[in-house]
């Protein structure tokens, strides 16, 4: 998957930052911060839920804002809802508004649908970003557990039939056992669906997620450049060098 400069599933996984500033002064340190570490990232994500407060017309006059100073990077708009973890509290028609508006206004590549959430919605909002050439990355995060293996991989399943061309799931491990079920789901997905694929374990067990689920065909994996929009996100920077120590080692994806 080819957007912009960037091949998504060839080479390492690529880095998203996530933007999370809840205010204009945040968002511009943000900005600032980036382009001083423009080499450590790879690919832009808007959290939205995090100026969640502002009314619609100040929600994207900041999305654009964003999308023109990173324009460079692939961008992804996600609209993080508080049932899977973000700060976001719209109803499913407000969330179907703000990515429908995202999808056909804004100046981005790839927009996150909730893949669990706002059910009733999620074929409208995929048949919409394709009709708009926008990739579409369904996901699903539970801060709470991790599903057994073959639940994992029916969903990944549900995701692909549905039409995702990037398919995330998150998860929060118990032990050890949690975080190598989501590396072989990973492993598995990756290899019978014509898709890219994000396994994350949440937390500081997962940890090993983000940094080695390209050797289990992870395509994406998340860090921070300022503020960690989950837990276990590690700094952009370090895990940059990390990936690139297991590119040299050929262990990369």
């Known amino acids: 998957m080819n957007i912009k400069d960037v091949t998504?599933?060839?080479?390492?996984?690529?880095?998203?930052?996530s933007?999370?500033?809840?205010?204009?002064?945040?968002?511009r340190a943000e900005i600032a911060e980036a382009r001083t570490n423009s080499d450590k990232f790879d690919i832009v994500e808007i959290r939205s839920d995090s100026f969640d407060a502002m009314n619609h017309?100040?929600?994207?006059?900041?999305?654009?804002?964003i999308s023109r100073e990173m324009g460079d990077y692939p961008i992804i708009y996600t609209y993080r809802t508080n049932g899977e973890g973000g700060n976001g509290t719209k109803s499913a028609a407000e969330y179907q508004s703000l990515l429908s508006h995202a999808i056909d206004h804004s100046e981005i590549d790839i927009v996150d649908i909730e893949f669990f959430m706002y059910e009733e919605i999620v074929d409208q909002l995929v048949a919409?970003?394709?009709e708009k050439g926008v990739a579409v990355l369904l996901s699903q995060h539970d801060?709470?557990?991790?599903?057994?293996f073959e639940d994992m991989m029916a969903t990944y399943k549900n995701m692909y039939e549905r039409g995702g061309d990037i398919l995330k799931l998150a998860y929060q491990p118990a032990d050890g056992r949690d975080v190598l079920?989501?590396?072989?789901?990973?492993?598995d997905a990756r290899r019978k669906f014509n898709c890219q694929v994000v396994g994350i374990a949440m937390g500081e067990a997962g940890k090993i997620t983000r940094v080695a689920g390209g050797v289990f065909g992870s395509c994406l994996t998340y860090g921070h450049l300022v503020n960690q929009a989950a837990?276990?996100?590690?700094?952009?920077?370090?895990?940059?060098?990390?990936?690139?120590?297991?590119?040299?080692?050929?262990?990369?994806?």
């Open 8 to 17: 998504i599933g060839e080479g390492q996984p690529k880095v998203v930052v």
């Open 19 to 27: 933007f999370t500033g809840h205010t204009p002064e945040e968002i």
């Open 57 to 65: 017309e100040d929600h994207f006059a900041v999305v654009d804002h």
């Open 128 to 130: 919409r970003a394709k």
């Open 143 to 148: 801060f709470r557990d991790t599903p057994h």
């Open 181 to 187: 079920s989501v590396l072989s789901a990973v492993h």
């Open 231 to 253: 837990p276990g996100q590690i700094n952009a920077g370090i895990l940059k060098e990390y990936l690139n120590i297991f590119e040299e080692e050929g262990l990369g994806h």
